[in-house]
């Protein structure tokens, strides 16, 4: 046989020994979703990234008010409008931590005051280091209760309407859209004007109309599902209506719902801040990231640490939620799987 002007030999050629055992042979180590969901969430730098900031955001709201001798309530007239000081950084003075204000006096060798006030103090001398942490743990509160409340109603909400169908969805989707029709902020500012401003009024203001993006969601999701086969399968052996929703269609549309709810609290925290800022919010001595704006504002030209600072912890929250919104999109879409 010739090729080309070259001679091909049998003896070129040695059969393959396939052994039986090596078609039983895994090539790649078995993941389950969400250990292959976590590999995905780890390579995308931006997601992973936020990931971190919000663990260290939650890490200081819970134990950074401890680190400071001062409360967030106690009250020095003395103390008043200080810049922020912190050690070591404060030799390095265009950073803005070395305690001179913007006429570049130090206000704290001018008093006489040998603490350091990291974050510096309000107008009141109350300590802004334990304050806005102090307020970094409420808006965290606020908002994750919001969030949490948002899943459960959202969840059970959709996934009852999309399951049954008919006319029950029919009923169910029709108050939606009232719902819907009505502006979120007027609904929330007519519930606070009513109740007394607190963290429970802001947290009920926010969930009368906040779940009915979860609610919509997961129906899109589980209508999509309910016709597929596993779920025919599952009504063949007899299963419960309780148990097709709660143990198939439910844990099926997951990403959708963390994703959701990724979104859903940042969206919690600006409007806890937006209502603290307009005069609707917690009122003293109690703080949270939106009142302190608030303070911040009316100072802003002068002492614009007061507002800057606060400002910039909401500005990382909100960033990072996304950030870890977008990367969890991603690594529970199954059809990105490698």
């Not at 993941?31 to 995905?40: E, V």
């Not at 009142?291 to 009316?298: P, R």
């Amino acid at each position: 046989m010739r090729e080309d002007n070259y001679i091909i030999h049998k003896e070129m050629f040695q059969p393959a020994k396939i052994e039986s055992s090596y078609k039983e042979m895994i090539i790649r180590e078995s993941l389950t979703f969400w250990q292959d969901a976590w590999i995905r969430l780890r390579i995308n730098k931006g997601a992973f990234a936020g990931l971190i900031i919000i663990c260290s955001i939650i890490l200081l709201a819970i134990v950074g008010p401890f680190l400071s001798p001062f409360s967030y309530d106690e009250q020095d007239l003395s103390r008043a409008n200080l810049p922020p000081k912190i050690p070591v950084i404060e030799k390095v003075p265009f950073i803005g931590f070395s305690g001179y204000d913007i006429r570049g006096i130090d206000q704290y060798e001018k008093k006489g005051i040998k603490d350091y006030h990291w974050f510096g103090t309000d107008h009141l001398g109350r300590d802004l280091w334990t304050r806005i942490w102090q307020g970094t743990r409420i808006s965290l509160y606020i908002a994750f209760l919001a969030a949490a409340i948002d899943f459960i109603v959202g969840v059970a909400y959709g996934g009852i309407s999309a399951f049954y169908g008919g006319r029950i969805d029919n009923i169910m989707q029709r108050i939606i859209e009232i719902l819907v029709g009505i502006p979120h902020l007027i609904v929330v500012i007519l519930l606070i004007l009513l109740l007394n401003p607190g963290i429970l009024s802001i947290t009920l203001a926010m969930i009368i109309t906040g779940w009915v993006g979860m609610a919509r969601i997961v129906r899109g999701q589980i209508l999509k599902l309910k016709g597929q086969e596993f779920v025919l399968a599952s009504k063949t052996l007899g299963a419960s209506d309780n148990r097709l929703i709660w143990k198939h269609l439910i844990p099926n549309t997951l990403g959708a719902i963390i994703i959701t709810t990724m979104f859903t609290v940042p969206t919690a925290i600006f409007t806890e801040a937006f209502l603290s800022f307009i005069g609707l919010g917690l009122r003293p001595p109690i703080a949270s990231l939106g009142t302190l704006v608030n303070d911040g504002f009316k100072t802003m030209r002068i002492y614009p640490h007061m507002m800057s600072i606060s400002s910039v912890v909401i500005s990382l929250i909100m960033i990072s939620f996304n950030l870890l919104g977008d990367g969890l999109r991603d690594a529970l879409d199954p059809r990105m799987r490698r």
